[in-house]
């Protein structure tokens, strides 16, 4: 069984900065072996992709709209993976949800696809608005 838990969303100004966190709860499986991915979900809108990480950390990969601008990481001592947004604009308001999917080791990639991942959390809202 896996549960994911985000936090740190919430209210801020264009420019702004915050960072996701998303732990997650296991029975069974390490961490350490899940790809985990980052998605949003904007009012009225479909479920897009955000930024997504490979089992190892190693493998990477972002939606245009959010490259260089921010960087999804993990830290599997702790059970969780991150988002750090920066330079954050209205466009980015949504609700974020992080989710997971174990992965055999020979399957070291990070997807964008979220018919990829089997766990979902219930996400968290940030909204950017002057």
């Known amino acids: 069984q896996v549960q994911l838990v985000e936090s740190g969303g919430g209210l801020v100004q264009p420019g702004d900065s915050l960072r996701l966190s998303c732990a997650a709860s296991?029975?069974?499986?390490?961490?350490?072996?899940?790809?985990m991915g980052w998605f949003r979900q904007a009012p009225g809108k479909e479920r897009d992709f955000v930024a997504a990480?490979?089992?190892?950390?190693?493998?990477?990969t972002y939606s245009d709209s959010v490259k260089g601008r921010f960087t999804i990481s993990r830290d599997d001592r702790k059970n969780t993976v991150y988002l750090q947004m920066n330079n954050l604009k209205p466009e980015d308001t949504a609700v974020y949800f992080c989710?997971?999917?174990?992965?055999?080791?020979?399957?070291?990639?990070?997807?964008?696809?979220?018919?990829?991942?089997?766990?979902w959390g219930r996400g968290t809202q940030v909204t950017v608005s002057s």
């Open positions: 989710a997971a999917e174990f992965r055999e080791y020979s399957h070291d990639y990070a997807s964008g696809l979220d018919f990829d991942y089997e766990h």
């Open positions: 296991l029975s069974g499986r390490m961490f350490s072996r899940y790809a």
């Open positions: 990480i490979s089992w190892s950390g190693g493998s990477t």
